[in-house]
């Protein structure tokens, strides 16, 4: 388009257009102020809006950047890579578009919005081409178009820890054995005694929430380590300048080397073999149980499956919702079956299928939970010392009926697990003993057993909260161990036409009705913390004289007394009529919880005393 010839006036408006037909128009007849000028003017403008535009993206750009660095996480999670790859990748973005931003402006003359528009699209190009050269942009670019991953399961981020812990390792002269997959915590344990490994390590967040996601180390007996070896590995840690004395192998030369080694499906063949090797009764009428299992989303499902086709227990439904591994646990935030809501989905199935049994794994399958039909047309869940001294009396009756009690006959509980336990051992002629909370000090007492050449002496171990264990296979709570114990409780059980709730009722009729009941108390932060200190303090300094109207007989603090085991921060209160509380500060959560247990002609008697007792321990717990 030809401007007109020698105007004296600049060229104001749109700028000429010099896109036509070249060929046939003239230089000599283009007025080159008239270009000059204009061109002067577009200049001004394209800047301008230049820089509107980058502001504009500068803007969008900090606040993705915000919400991608707030997500890193779960973006190297999902990536399969470690968080410090994510953030590399998303680096690159941001560094196309840096470079995109002025160069997509310039070369556009529209209006400002449609002028964004077209910016961003130039710096998504730019931003995939600069992230094209992390070796993770191909990785993102397949996640864009596949779906159904699952989520935290083994391409999450323990995967991404695990790798970097034998990276550390291999690194460090040590021969590391790594699963090749989601694998249970007992079976952990289990492999470091079976491969003859001097430690262990297990990634997970156990029953909890996904952010306390942890790190939890074993030691060459296959049980967790003790206190004393636990400060004087913190007391390392703190020696080592986490920048610059982290040494780290290459992950694939190391593994080409023999020192990260895969550890394969038959280790976990080898682990239910274990398991079943436990078994105390006949097995008679046990393939005629009827199940509901849920692995609530975590690593359950393939060996409890396992364990469950070796005892001829085919009658078997999975909770659906729940049955992949998923790290969200998208059903219940807190996956521990300690809590209804964790079995919730798993009832309902109930109402629709009929079982005999639900069982309930939580998600590194060190505990099971439990309920049973209630006789009145619904399903009642069976607490953790219930089941405790379910399988106590079950396998004490069971062995002297087929003669493998062994001599002098041992079984381990906790401190806050129920009194009841004592009655039944001393029915049986077992020895009772008691250890602190945690499973790792029952593991300590299986290994002193062995270390006297009487490992036999061991029949049973269980807690409150879920965990037992029947057998020296492994030094951990074992959920697949305690589906075996459950199954062959229930099928004899079944055979006298009884189920487990008329089996726990028989019991509390012969030993009296033992209740328990657990109040937690959180204190978030850094003055929560200070806080549990200060009501600790105050309860060592003020004892109470008595408790919801019971007179406080004795008190023993685990911290200062001669109890015979190692000092822990816990007070206990003997009560008047066989009553008992205990206060014990949390050891992984920011809580301090207050055990309750009482002892009833009835379980509406004992409940009321509970009920007491837990109003008390709130007004106990007011800062």
Known sequence: KQPAAHSDKPHHGKP?????????????????????VSNTEVIRGTMKKSLLALASGAVILGAAEFVMMGILPDIARSL?????????????????????APLTVLVARTRPLKHILLALTGLIILGNACAALSPNYWTLLAMRFVSGLPHGAFFGVGAIVAERVADIFASNGFTVFLFDALRPTPELSFAIRELKCHSGVVVTASHNPKEY?????????????????AEKILAAIEKIDCFDDVRLADFDAAAAAGRIVTIDEKCLDDFVQAVYDQRVGDGAGIDALKLVYTPLNGTGLECVKKLLKKLGVTHVTVVPEQEKPDGDFPTCPYPNPEIREAMQKGL????????????????????CGTAVPD??????????????????????????AQGTMPADPVAVTTIVSTDMAAPVAKKYGVELRRTLTGFKFIGEQIGKLEAEGRPERYIFGFEESYGYLSGGHVRDKDAVNATLLVC????????????????IEALYREFGYYRNALCSFAFEGESGMHTMQELMKKLRANAPEDIAGYKVESVVDYDTDGTGLPRANVLEYHLD???????????????????????????????????????????????
């Not at 299928?353 to 069982?359: N, S």
């Not at 001294?389 to 062995?399: E, G, N, Q, S």
Request: proline content about 4%; aromatic content about 6%; charged content about 25%.
């Open 348 to 367: 309902e199935l109930c109402d629709k299928v009929r079982p005999d049994l639900l069982l309930g794994t939580d998600p590194d399958c060190d505990r």
């Open 80 to 100: 399969g890579v470690s968080i410090p790859e994510a953030g590399h990748l998303i680096s690159a973005y941001a560094l196309g578009v840096c470079f995109g």
């Open 213 to 229: 996601n942890g790190y939890k180390v074993y030691g060459a007996d296959g049980c967790q380590i003790t206190l004393e070896a």
């Open 577 to 623: 009529g066989g009553h008992k509380l205990m206060v014990r500060p949390s050891g992984t959560e920011p809580k301090i919880k207050v055990y309750l247990s009482a002892v009833g002609d009835s379980e509406a008697a004992a409940d009321a005393v509970n009920a007491a007792l837990a109003k008390a321990a709130a007004d106990m717990m007011k800062a």
């Open 375 to 400: 006789g009145k047309g619904g399903y009642r869940l069976i607490t953790g010392n219930e089941m405790g001294i379910i399988l106590l009396d079950y396998i004490c009756r069971t062995r002297l």
């Open 488 to 503: 062959e409780a229930a099928a004899w059980y079944a055979q006298q036409g009884k189920t487990l709730l008329d089996a």
């Open 16 to 36: 000429p257009y010099l896109l036509a037909d070249h060929r046939n128009i003239s230089l000599e007849s283009i007025d080159c102020r008239t270009v000059f």
